[in-house]
């Protein structure tokens, strides 16, 4: 086996390392003479790499494992390398070429350790019966961003080799320019909608919200099974006053139960939306009304609780606002002066998530679905994040500086200026913004997986068109 590897090849390998490390210098090497020695190299990273796997194979029989190693390439985001193996006993050797830590899934055999970017690991298994397996990233997210693919096991699969993959810079930048001029892409449903009450005999604002599964386009084309209230991603937005009396009746039509919480809303026990704790579980077919008066201002957020882990990603999340923020109007803060007579020109709720069938995505949608906001130079308007995910999104607007007044509703005795704000999950944050130059201006979380991936960008990126007034 290793008689594969000549001597003059590896003592190639040594020079072109040394060459690297900066020990030698090409310089005065005719061009031809280094691009053989680059194709020779490649020829021995793949021939290192085959090493390494028989190297692999031959320890797993030796131990009484399986015999074939399987490579396998994890990125941002997608799944590649040799998905074929026969029943019975296997090994995948499992090389993360991302910028995070990703996972090698086999749905119902469970998930290898997961790897940093730029290792690898060697993971077994056994029991692996002949048909088809869903293989996946089960790292919240990561499945939704594409990371998916198919195993074949059969046992006339062919056994693993190993090629040297030439990247496509070119189809990668082409692919980049490409989906960025593809913003903004109109597509079905719009989600955060209003909904207005109807006010009851007694006084009650009166809310009635359906909760069903329905077709939701994320992005343009890819259409998922969402969790919805209204037939909407985020569900519709309800907003109110301090002192309100309010009732929300809650219909089931989903294939399981499910409950309602008012997150960061002040309200009695039994209205907390905990079932079985504070109320029976809202099952298929039934209402259930929540009643309660709000008792202060609350930049607030309503989602399931019942299997929150999967009803919330999958779509079971909205915006409840309770008064409005107070704003720093009048004061100066960083040398910064804040007009005593600003006006709004737009108030943006922006629902954040990472998970689920809905993913990496702003409002329930994935750019270039997302919408754009049209501004006038000289306007000031006012953001409220809620992160409904499961990671932290570091959001970023480019240009213009946004003023922190509100944390969870609560607003601030000393706001702060900040062009990256970080949003936790469950956390609500307000920040005003002022348009001061003209442009299209790109806004999104500053995790890179987050919005950009070989295939271009996607995910939670929108941007600010500036006009001149």
Known sequence: MVGRLTMWRAGLLLVLALVAAGCYSVAGVPEEDVAAMDRELDEVRDELAQLRTDLRAAEAALAGGPAEVHPITLSDFAIAGHLEAKPGSTAFEITNRGATAHNFTIEGFGASPDINPAEATLWSISGLQAGTYTVFCSIPGHREAGM????????????????????????????????????????????NQLLEPRLAA???????????????????????????????????????EVGDRVRVNVTNELPMGTDVHFHGVGLPNAMDGVAPLTQPLIEPGETFTYEFTTEREAVAMYHAHHHAQMQVPNGLFGVFIVGDVDLPLGTEVSGTAIPADLTLAGEIPMVLNDAGVIGFSLNGKSFPATEPYVFDVGDWYLVHYFNEGLQIHPMHQHQFFGLVVAKDGVPLESPYWTDTLNVAPGERYSVLFHVT?????????????????????????????????
């Not at 090629?163 to 189809?171: I, L, P, R, S, T």
Request: a negative charge; glycine letters at 8%; charged letters at 20%.
């Open 148 to 191: 998916e693919a198919t195993l074949l096991v059969d046992p006339l699969a062919s056994a693993p080799t190993v090629e040297h993959e030439e990247v496509d810079y070119q189809a990668m930048s082409d692919a980049m320019t490409a989906s960025i001029l593809a913003f903004p892409t109109a597509t079905e449903g719009r989600g």
């Open 202 to 240: 007694d006084g009650a604002k009166e809310f009635d919200l359906t909760v069903s599964i329905i077709d939701w386009e994320v992005a343009p084309g890819r259409i998922v099974q969402a969790w919805a209230y209204n037939g909407m991603v985020p569900g519709p937005m309800m907003r109110l």
């Open 437 to 469: 130059d003209p442009g299209a201006w790109v806004w999104h979380c500053h995790i890179l997986t987050h919005v950009e991936s070989e295939q271009g960008m996607f995910g939670m990126v929108t941007a600010v068109i500036a006009q001149e007034g």
